[in-house]
C-alpha cells in the first residue's frame, strides 16, 4: 500500500488548508482500510489527528482540532481528506498520512499499519 500526502503548505494563523492523501496498491480496496492523519511537530512524538473508519463513532477528532478540522474520504477516488480551518501556529507540524487495515479504532500510531510521507504545514502568528 502507497499513501501520497500532499498540500501542505505556509499559512497565517486563522487561514485554511486541505491536505490530501491518495492511496494505492496492489490487491488494495480502499473501502477495507480505515484512514486517518497524525502530525509531528519539532521535539514532539507523533500524534493522533483524525480519522476515518467503519467502526463507531466513524469519524473521530483530537480534542484541539474538533470543530475546526474535517476528515472526509472519497472511495471513488483512493482519497482521504483533511480540511483545516482556523490554523493556529500550534497546529504546525508535519503532517502523515495513515492507513489501518483492519477494523477498529485508529487513534494510535501503533494501530497504524501504513503511513504515508508527511507534508509540511506551517501557520504563521
Known amino acids: 500500500v502507497q499513501l501520497q500526502a500532499s498540500g501542505g503548505g505556509l499559512v497565517q494563523a486563522g487561514g485554511s488548508l486541505r491536505l490530501s492523501c491518495a492511496a494505492s496498491?496492489?490487491?488494495?480496496?480502499?473501502?477495507?482500510?480505515?484512514m486517518g492523519w497524525f502530525r509531528q511537530a519539532p521535539g514532539k512524538e507523533r500524534a493522533f489527528v483524525a480519522s476515518?473508519?467503519?467502526?463507531?463513532?466513524?469519524?473521530y477528532y483530537t480534542d484541539s482540532v474538533k470543530g475546526r478540522f474535517t476528515i472526509s474520504r472519497d472511495s471513488a477516488k483512493n482519497t482521504v481528506y483533511l480540511q483545516m480551518n482556523s490554523l493556529k501556529p500550534e497546529d504546525t507540524a508535519v503532517y502523515y498520512c495513515a492507513a489501518k487495515r483492519t477494523a477498529g479504532s485508529l487513534i494510535t500510531t501503533q494501530a497504524v499499519d501504513y503511513w504515508g510521507q508527511g507534508t509540511q504545514v506551517t501557520v504563521s502568528s
Open positions: 476515518a473508519t467503519w467502526t463507531a463513532p466513524y469519524t
Open positions: 496498491g496492489r490487491a488494495f480496496t480502499f473501502s477495507n482500510y480505515g
